[in-house]
């Protein structure tokens, strides 16, 4: 089995048309293994999470393919991209979006139950989650009753419950104090270490520096910016006359 | 080789001299003894030779702040902290660390200067730099990540040295995308960049109108 866990192919995409259109990505490859997180830098509007909302399936790209564990989205009902989504894909957000009414596990377990599990085994592959996250002891917590720190682990064990390997997330340390959110980036680190993967979007070099690649989206396109030119390339332009 | 041993060859001024001191305050060392407290209680980011150390107690020992107690019996040279050499520890710790504005940074001359040159492509030096930057700072954060919590005090002193450099590397990147910004916009409004030699400065002496501004040491 290929160890690939999700690939964008010349992903583009367009708001608007003619001459008012709007270029948000252009062209974008990218692609995740296992075991590997990848960060995306970029200024605010540099479609950073436009990047994401496409990789996760939430949007089609304009142009370009996304394939998600081997299976290619623009070749599916819409249906089963949200089935997919709740096999394969999670989402950690600033935010947490945690369900307030919820508890931990209740949260944790929710993706499972809508996929058809039954309530004691959502439960017990939740708890396997929490786990991971060191919060067994909170599982029975609403999240109004949890600190960011732990709210934010709680949607990281979210993510990666049953069999879903992909991880997407969007400034996840962003609602965080700066030694929380190291937490929250060590716990998301060892889940991919343990054989999941995923997109780090931040604006942010240190938290970045948390993931095996760190490539940057200026004007819509990918730049990896650990291939860059070297020293010499620096001034093929200068023309002497 | 250690990790964090590229960074010793930026220009990392440690207050070396004072930190030996704070180390005598506990007690009487030799210098080789002294060594070896400074470099694991700084993660040996900064290993001194002994002969540094023997340098520097000599200078503290004309000061005034540390004296020679007798030799022992493998005939090392055993020194002690002063009253002066307490108050003296007492100071530093008490006391701001101040970073010269004008001390002189590799990275911000070579921006000035690549700026000014027609024919570079000042937008690639910076990426070529934020790239290694970033690499440092992946580096960094593994071996942070290597040690989950500090078990020991020197595990300790150590993870706060690695996150000062996490920090500042942190700041180097911020900077750069700050200055390449900056860049765009003055290409954007058409500012040239180019500064072409001038024939006419004097060749000795500073040009008339200028005047001295804090100088880098």
Known sequence: ?241 | MHILENYILLEVIVSVRQSLLAILDQGPCYGYQLKSEFDRRTGSTWPLNVGQVYNTLERLERDGFVERTDADADDQKNYRITAAGHAEVATWLGSPVVRTAAARDELAIKLAVAVTLPGVDIINVIQVQRGATLRSLQELTRTKNATDDPETAEQLSWLLVVDSLIFQAEAEVRWLDHSETRLARAAASGVASAVPLNYEVPKRGRPAGTTRVAQAR
């Open chain 1, 1 to 241: 089995m290929s160890d690939v866990l999700l690939q964008l192919d010349g992903v583009s995409q367009q708001y608007g048309r003619g001459e008012t259109a709007v270029t948000a990505l252009s062209g974008v490859d990218l692609t995740v293994h296992v075991g590997e997180l990848v960060a995306i830098m970029g200024a605010s509007g540099s479609g950073k999470s436009t990047l994401l909302t496409i990789a996760g399936g939430l949007t089609s790209p304009t142009s370009g393919e996304v394939i998600v564990e081997g299976k290619w989205l623009s070749t599916m009902s819409a249906k089963d991209v949200a089935i997919l989504r709740r096999r394969s894909l999670g989402f950690v957000f600033q935010d947490f979006n945690l369900i307030p009414a919820l508890t931990a596990v209740e949260n944790v377990a929710l993706p499972l139950e809508l996929d058809g599990w039954k309530h004691r085994r959502a439960r017990s592959a939740a708890m396997d989650a929490l786990g991971t996250v060191e919060l067994t002891d909170r599982a029975s917590h609403f999240p109004d009753d949890l600190s960011g720190g732990q709210q934010q682990r709680v949607a990281i064990a979210r993510a990666v419950v049953g069999t879903r390997r992909i991880i997407l997330a969007d400034e996840p340390t962003g609602a965080l104090d700066s030694t929380t959110g190291e937490l929250v980036l060590r716990m998301l680190r060892r889940r991919v270490d343990a054989g999941a993967g995923g997109i780090l979007v931040t604006h942010d070099a240190r938290h970045a520096a948390w993931a095996d690649r760190i490539v940057f989206l200026r004007d819509g396109r990918i730049v990896d910016e650990s291939s860059s030119r070297g020293v010499e390339a620096l001034l093929t332009s200068t023309v002497r006359e």
